[in-house]
Every structure is written in C-alpha cells, then in structure tokens.
C-alpha cells in the first residue's frame, strides 16, 4: 500500500485526487494536508466524502509528511513547493507537484511569466514533466520529483503532439483557442467566479499571456526539435469541468504541392495513440465533446483538414480535474511506484 | 460471472446502467437492447463509451434474451414490460424492471394514475418492491422480479421513512415538495426538454396528479400500517441530475403537548438508516444538496425541527439516475444474486 | 424628471434599479453611491453599462444625497438604513429601502428574527409597505418612507393573498416552498456562492428561520385578519434569476362538506388581480415558470386544487431582481410621484 | 404606425422579434405567421406575452401578407423565402429576411454551401446586406429587399472589419474561432439540442464547412477589396444567447519591420466605430463578455496585440438574437421607414 501525503487537499484538483485515491486500490491518504482548515473534519469541506473520509485536515508540514508517507502531491499557489523544497525531502519520498514550479526547464522562462523568482531551480532540471504518454519512460522508480503538467497544457499538447512531432504542420502558423470550465479558476472566494458572474456568459481572459503558454510552447518544441511560438488563448465557459483545445496550423504540403491526407493525418495521430489507454482518436467527423470525458482521465482528440485553407483543424476535450490534474498525477504515482499505469482511473465517463 | 441483458439500453437510465455495471467485478452485460439504435454500436449513441463498450445495439427480443442471460433490466416506457412477459420468461430469468409496471399492487390504481391497461398483473403480487434498504430481506436468490422504484419515489420514502414507521408524524399532514434535473425526463426529443427551455427556468409540473403520488403513498401506507394521502409536487431544475425533496408533517405531541424532541427524531433517523451504506443522516444542521450524491448511489437525509409551527421538516437528496434508477436496480441485483449489496456501487460522489 | 439616488448601487439590486431607471421617461439618477467603488466609473462595475452610464460612483453620504435628489433608493445590508435615517432627511427626501429595516411593524420581532438592534424604531410605525398592488393607497405623494418588500416575500404573499383575504384557507395549514435563483445571494464573493458550488446543485437553506418569514407572517395576517404561524423553507437553484413559490394549504370545506370549486377559486383571485397589471392569472392548468417572467415586473400565478387531500396548491414566479428587488422599488417611485404605475416598467419578459 | 408581419413567429429569432416589436413606438404587429400553430394563440407558444399579444397564430400566407402590412420579416428555413418570393410581392411590401437566401451574391456558392438549389436568384442583386453599420447608405426607403446577416456572420465581419479595411492585416492567416450559446440552434425538438445534452458541455461543430464562412468571406472580402479565405470554427456553449468570436490574424509589419502599435490599431476600430450606437470599443483591457451585451442590441469589441508571435487577436461579443437576429432586423427596418435606427433597440443589456 502506498502512503499518500496530499499538501493543498482541499482545492478542487486536491478533492479530485481524494476522490480518486478513495478507491485506488494500492494507495491510503495518510495526510490530508490544508492549512486553511487545519483541524476541521476533510468532510466538513468536502460533504460529499461523508462517511467515506473520516480524517482531519492537517497542516502542511512537508518534513513531517516526508517521514510518513512514500508520494507527496503537491495541489499548491505556483511558487509554494518551490520554496519549501529540499534534498533532504527528496531523499525521502516522492513528489508529484500539480502546480507549475517544476515545468518549466528555463527559470528565466519561469519568472517571467509567472512574476515570481523560482526559489529552488537547483530541482528544475531533474524534475520529469509528467505528460505520461509521451515521458513515460522517463517516469520510473528512479524519479524523485514529477512536474505534473496543467490542464490546458495537458489538452493542448496531447491534441497537437502528433503532427508536430511528425513534422506535418507548420508550428509558426500554431494557434490554440481553448476553452475551460470553471472549476479551473479554483475554490478561492473571488468576485469573478461567482454563479451569476459566470453563469450564462462566456469571456476570453489572459489573452496573449496566459502562463501556459511557455509550458505548450516548450513541450511542443520538443516534439518537433524547433522553437515554437504560439498563441494560445484560454477562455471562461459556464460548465464546472472541461477543457476543449480547438487548434489550427498550416499542413505543410507535400514536394507536389498537395496536402498530406486524411488517412495520413489520422495515420500519424494512431501512430502515437493508438496503444494509448487515455488517449481516444475518435472517429472521422466526430467532434469531441468535454461531456465524453467527464469524470474520467480520458483525452478525446480529432482532426478536420480544411482543403480550401490548407489548414487541419485539431479538437481535444479532457476533465481538466482529471486528465488535466488529479488523474495525470496519479497516472504519474502509479508510474513511480511500478503499478498498471491505469490503476485506480477507470473511471467511465459520466453522461449526462 | 453474472450475464446482463438490458432492454431500454440507450435511454439515460440504461446509460446509467451500462456506466455502473461496465465496472462491476462480477456481472457482464451481453445485450444492449435498443429498439431505436438496432445494429449501431452502443459507443455511436453514447460517445463517451468509445472503446470501453464495444458491442452493437440489439433489439428488445426478451424470450431470446432470457435464453442468453441471468438477469434482465427493463429501462423501458410504463407498460411495455406488462405487455411482454410470461411465466416462461420468469422461469429463465430474473428480471429487474426500471419502469412503474409491478410497483403498485392494486392494479386499479396502477390503471388510473397511468392511464393504462395493464396487461399482466398476475406477476404483480409476486414482484417485490425493491427499496433495498426496507425490503432487503425479501429480495433473495428466490426472487424473480423486482420492482425498482421510482426516482421521486426512492427520495420520498427514505426521506419520511423513519418518522412514519415510528409513528412521530401526522401523516395526514404530509408534504412532499420534490425538485429535480432534467435526466428524469429521458433522451426523447421533446421540445420543453431543449437546452434553452429549461436552462434559467423552473416551474413544477403534475400538480397533483405526478404518477408518483401513488407509489409513496403505498409504500409509506405499508411504514405507518394505515392509509397514507399526501400531496407530492414535482418541480423541474435546470441541472442534468439529482433530486431533492422537502417533506413537511406535523409531529404527533406527546401526553404532555411537547413536541419529540431534536435527539428523538434523530434517533428514529438513526434506528433506520445507521448501518446503511447508502444513506447518510447528516450532521445537525447540514441540509443535504444534490451535488454532494452526484454520481453515487447515496441518498443523503436529514431534517429540522420548527418549534413555532409544530411541524418536522425532512429533507432528502439523491442521484436520481444512480438510486434513484440504475444505481439501486444493480443493488438490487446484488441482493438477488447473493452478492455484497455494494458491489460495483461504491462509486464516490464528483464534486464539482 | 424626478431626481434619483441609488445607495448600495453596485449590489445586483442596485444594478437593475440602474437598468431600469436609464429608461425611465421621468426619473433621472443623480448619485450613484457605492462605498466599495469610490470614485470608479460606474461602467466598470457593471461593463454592460458602458457607453449608457459615465457617472462615478460615490460615497454613501446620505444627508448630502438628500439635498440633491427627490428619491433615495437604498438597496443596502440589514440595518444600515436604520443606523443613518433622521427625520431632517424624511423631511427632504422621499425613501425607498430595499432592505428588510422598515418591513416589520414589530421591532423586537425584526430584532429577535435579524440578530440586530432596530437603531430608528421611530419611523417604523410611518413605513408604508410597499406591496403595490395591496398598499397602493397608502402610497403617496404624502408618503415619505416606503419599506419595499423582500424578493421571496412578494412572490409568497401574491400568490397567497387572494385565498387569504377571502378565507378560503385554513392558514394554519399554510406552508411556503420557495426556490429561488442565485442572484438574491448579492455580490459578494462568498465561497459557497461560486459558479463549481451552486452550479449542478441545490438545496434548502434558513430552514425553520429565514428572515423572511415573519414578513409573509404578518402581512398575510393583515389580510386574514388573523395571527399565521407559517413554514416558509427557501432554497438555492442553479439560475441567475427567478423565484418560484410553491404553496400548499387545506381549503376550507363549506357547510356542505364540499371544497370551494375551480370557479370559486379562481373568482377570489380574479377579483383582486384582474386589473393587475403585473400580476397574471394564468389559465386553468398551467404552471407558473420563472422565465416566463424574466426581466420583467411581473408576477405569474395561479393554482391547482387537489380533491383527494383537500388542499390548494398555489404557485407564483417572480424575477427576484424586478418584482422582487428593483422593479417593484420602481413601482413604488411612480407611485409616490403621481406617475402612471407602470412607467419604466414596460419591459417584455426575454425569453429564451 | 408601421404595419409588420412576420413568417415564422413561433421560432427564437421570431420571438425576439415580437418582444422588440411589442414596445416600438412606430411599429406594430399585424400578422403573427407560423404554420406550425395556426389557430392558436401567440402567448399559448410563448407564455411570456401572456396578456401582452393576444393574437392568433396565422399561416404563412405571404401574397395576403403583402396586401395587409408594410414590412415583412422572415424569419425562416433557408430556401423557403427564395421559393415564394415574387416581383408581386417586392412591389407591394419591404422584407426583411433572416434566412440566408439572399445574402451571398453569388448563387453558386450559395448553391455549394447550402446545399439547395436557389428558386429565385433574380432577387439577389437587389438584395441589400443588412449590416447596418457598413451598409446603411445602402438601406433606405427605395431598398425593397434585406437580407439580414448572419448571427456568427454579424459578430464575426464586425469584430475583424476595421483591421481588414483598413489592410492592418493579413487576410490569408484569418483564422475566427466563434462559440454560440444554444438558441442559434432553434426550437425545433431534437435530441442533440436537450438540456442534459448541451449542458456541462461543449464542442466544435460544422468544423471547416459550416454555413456561415462563405457570407463572412464574402463581406471581409468587400472590405479588404480582396480574395478572403478563412478558417471559421463555431462552437456549442451550455449558455441560452450570446455569440463569442475570437479572431486571429498576423499583423502586417510596417517598412522598418514593426508591428502597428496598439494606438494604431485602436485608431482603426476608432475610425469605423466611435460614432457606432451599437458597437462598442472596449477599454484597453477589456475582453468583450456576452453577458454585458446579453437582452441588447450591442456589438462589444476589443483586441490585443501579441508582440511575440505578431499576431492580433480580435474579439467581439453578441446577444445572437438582437444584433445577431432580431435587432439587426428591426435595425433595417428603422433604415427602411426612415426612423431614428435606435428606435425600440436601446434596450439596456441585462446583468446578471
């Protein structure tokens, strides 16, 4: 059984990995970890874990949580972990942070766009970014700490990866228009997020410098061995859960002239997913939908060529608490500890 | 390893089903009956089962179903499931009916409140009533059919239960306000159920004459051990699942005019729902919300005492595709089959 | 053109006063008071306004306010009108509260029901309730302080008032279920007021003591002629706007035995409001919807009789912000001001 | 007094007309047209007008409509008008048309995308594109034909048109990523528009073929007096009204390899805007909401600069029904009778 820490259990990503974990059959949460309700019942919080949770919230002490438990999960404000962590911590246990302090390989990258200096960057280049699909290899009993990705970007990437890594799209003419429930804006008190405020409207926010950009942009620059620069432009929808990734580029056309077509389009998509448990390429003319996924640590990802543009269109839909954070880390604890990466996540998608 | 067959497959409710028993370690569906989607794949009419479910809609053929099967739910319209079975069928296989057809013993009220003939009430004294919690004995490996109860109906009984069985209500005085999502009213393409119908709006519907009335009162009549008549409204909710009735009754006075005191009253909760999984008697105070049973199969209770009014305010929530339709017929189906009541049930609410 | 003060004019009720008012012919706002938002632009509180409104938004100053304008509409928290009011500014300004101050004839029933000292008693007794369509004659030019009804109370009262007024019920057995949208919640940024926290949820809250119920209490006792002892139980629905009540007590059987008729019922609503303009007697069979009023002033009500229990079941839909807030504040305006009732007010329920 | 008839009153967009028309101090409703309900009363098919129309549903009788009233709006299937449509009529009557029969002058691209052959091409040339605010010297009392735009058409050419216009951009990388709240689907019962269908959802739909590219292509193309193709993309979003476009283009770099500046950009909006009743030109900042325009006839618009890809994006937002439908139409109407163009459109935006 794998002790479980969880520091931040009780945002909506840290509910989520409660959630999960309850019925995870090789892991215990032995550390309910909130310092805003420190001593209250975790259900008091959460009601719907009535007479599942019956522990208290505790403090967030990572040195005494290092010595208990074999996973942290850190559901932390960016910059949190960063300045708490040490060796000593990683010589004890195991970290899957689901903030974005450890993402990011350049820490000049990092401040800038998250205007806070990293105050550990000496743990940047050996943490592991936890896209499971594309670095599972890289997550082994070995890794001390894992960068979970972040919902958009986990979206965002997923949809995309294949033709990028293929070389079949332009990445200079890479635009992703996403879209979010609003479970991704948190469980803090803040005017905006109110129901009548959200409910019944829709918005753009953070255009043109939202801090997952870096993140898209990096990863993706990976896959195609270039630099990339995108945009990326998130928007509010009046959902609790979902993120869909609508993207466009340029196909780059063939010696001929000609587009590369659907079937080897769909080709290259297959080539990295089709083994993929989490990663649906749905059929030809199906859109994904962000109720597909709900609830589950499904990615739900297709493509339209656009003959009279030159342009595939890529759609992907994930639960942002899932795929998009709770589920991808325990994707990842499952990949640290040796277990069937699907564990504990099969979860059915929920419709309606 | 149980065979399932389901007639009505692709309705919500035999969504529902197929999500549940898709993870149930011990049952396997082998017929997905669906008059209407007859040869397409489940997964065409509900996507989010892409490449978890991959068979094909059958049709609703039950004699050849029972040959294939242990047991059939029937998610199908009133009347249908009178309309078709026999003795032989029952000799065969079990059935779990969904719909209303074997609920109410007296046929005449059966016929009256639905407006049909019913075409096989020969079954209806064998069928046994499947609120688990109160009928649980009855529903053995001996059993054939099974009436699961209805959404409103479920959320009504457990909610006065314990107060009518104890005796500490007038249930002369009995009210049930019930609200609920729109699942309940089904897949079919109806205008009133559009989007932008129901989105920002609410009315109640079958003032006086919802189907349900009947059901509780029968059911409620068996708790008291006397004709119970009360007034059951309906009301429809913008939100996709989850159903909460109010109930109010005058509490009986004691000798000496006291009203039972909060510790009483609890207590009678208590006597009823303490060692029942699936509901929860909450915390004093705590009224219970939908969200907090969303995709589970708990039924959340509780209740208020008005000193001014002499009245006891009781207060219930489910899931109402889950125990109020799926959730409690796969229950059901555990008790027939001898299996732990809670198998492939202990699915932990989503929230948010 | 009558000369406006808003104070409290950055709350939901403050803004649809604003909404309103911009189209009023006759009246004109002079000070918008916000003593959250001192010196921005009203536009940037509200964006919808912008372009429309380029006013600052100002302090709370009322004795300033009272020398400047004709009318103050405050539409502030419990107890603040109280603590500021004096007869020098009732001596300048006409006042219309939106809060609960001057609502209860009785102060140690507001007292004891709002957990506060009345700090003005003295100008209780003066406060003309201003449920228009049964205090209009109280509401005039001579009028100085009107105490505009709570949103729940004005659908509750309406759609209970005729079977009062004529005793048709036994108000003994009266019991209110009101559901309401989520802007009667106000703007403050209160976690349990999220999009991820009301959004896919409801329940029942204040049960046995919202602070609303001595208000339905007493004015239904004015039209009784009696002392009513109620059960009012409120709750929260996923909506922006609308408030249905639900309402359900025991006809009163004449000499006969028999239940007042349809026709009969019917009649005692029609005889107080047929002229109504913003109150609707629906046609026999239809269920008032809180959309069908949306935006509007008016009030949908009607009811169904239920032999077999020998109750009336009475419904009514408001917009909490309109009728139940703002619209009716207006009404009262034109009413202190000789204006034609409606004036401002003509706006068409939006649908969808 | 302007006499008007509608075809096809019974739908959303002829709701809105109805709701607008209702309070217009020039107009009135003569002819309530909906073959679907004859006979029955208006407010029977929208229980909003309950005691506000009391007219009847009449048929589609468009040579008797002609006889009887001075405009026409239609607001119908696509094919339907151009199937009825005779020089007769167009002598008698002005019409309005909300379908999309004349709004793309070339018939073949109207024939490719629509999928139906056009019965009345003779009419096209005459017809005027009824965007007000780039076509209104065109609309004037000699106009006998408006073809009424296209609710994702009017957002998406208003929100891109002055950058196109004024050759800041570069028209080949025009990429409009568009999101509809659910109205635009219409009221027809299907089972995809269900509320448990579209709520808690989202998903791109008629990717790279949906109707309304050639209409935006066509005008942008005016404007830039050039070849447009584009990339149009609408989404699905669980919202009643309100139409979101996000609009992404390159910039073109002046001589000395720069980006226009912010002010340059904000200059070009200036020009074609500041005087513009309905469209709005938000702070630098600001991102349009369809909340803030939702009940009204505004366009709000605003963009951003993103310096590191030199990419702009545009963003514009909608009511679909007013400016996108309805508003426009009666908009048109006010320029064909010589009105104010505001008249019974300043509907204040509704909020929350």
Same mark, same amino acid.
């Given at each position: ?16 990995? #409660? ?20 001593? /209250? /019942? ?10 599942? #949770?019956?522990?208290? &919230? ?43 302090? !450890?993402?990011?390989?350049? #820490?000049? #990258? !990092? ?20 896209? &499971? ?120 056309? /063939? ?15 297959? /080539? ?25 640590? !499904? ?54």
């Amino acid at each position: 059984m794998i002790k479980v820490g969880i520091i931040g259990a009780t945002g909506y990503a840290g509910g989520e990995l #409660v959630r999960i974990l309850t019925n995870h059959p090789e892991a215990e949460i032995k550390w309910y970890g909130s310092k805003s309700y420190i001593g /209250k /019942k975790y259900y008091e919080v959460y009601r719907n874990m009535f007479q599942i #949770v019956d522990e208290e &919230c505790l403090d967030d002490n990572i040195e005494e949580l290092a010595e208990q438990v074999d996973v942290i999960f850190t559901a932390t404000p960016q910059g949190y972990l960063a300045s708490i962590l040490t060796e000593d911590i990683l010589k004890k246990v195991k970290v899957v942070d689901l903030s974005a302090d !450890y993402r990011i390989k350049d #820490v000049a #990258v !990092y401040e800038k766009w998250y205007g806070i200096e990293h105050k550990s960057p000496q743990f940047i280049e050996e943490a592991v970014y936890g896209l &499971c699909e594309i670095n599972r290899d890289k997550i082994t009993a070995d890794t001390r700490l894992v960068a979970n990705p972040g919902c958009y970007t986990t979206c965002s990437i997923l949809t995309c990866y294949p033709l990028v890594k293929e070389g079949l799209i332009d990445v200079d003419t890479l635009i992703v228009d996403a879209k979010s429930g609003t479970s991704g804006a948190g469980r803090g008190a803040k005017m905006p997020n109110l129901f009548c405020e959200v409910n019944e409207n829709m918005k753009a926010y953070g255009v043109a410098n939202h801090r997952h950009t870096p993140e898209i942009e990096e990863q993706l620059g990976y896959a195609g061995n270039c630099e990339v620069t995108l945009n990326f432009t998130p928007h509010l929808v009046p959902m609790n859960r979902g993120i869909l990734a609508t993207a466009y580029a340029k196909l780059i056309r /063939k010696a001929d002239g000609s587009l590369p077509t659907e079937a080897q389009v769909r080709q290259a998509y297959a /080539k990295y997913f089709d083994k993929e448990k989490f990663v649906r390429l749905l059929d030809k003319g199906e859109c994904p939908e962000t109720k597909w996924v709900e609830g589950s640590n !499904y990615v739900d990802v297709n493509f339209v060529i656009d003959e009279r543009t030159g342009r595939v269109i890529m759609m992907g839909a994930i639960d942002n608490l899932m795929k998009g954070a709770a589920g991808q880390a325990v994707q990842n604890m499952n990949l640290l500890f040796g277990l069937p990466e699907e564990m504990g996540l099969e979860l059915v998608p929920c419709f309606p």
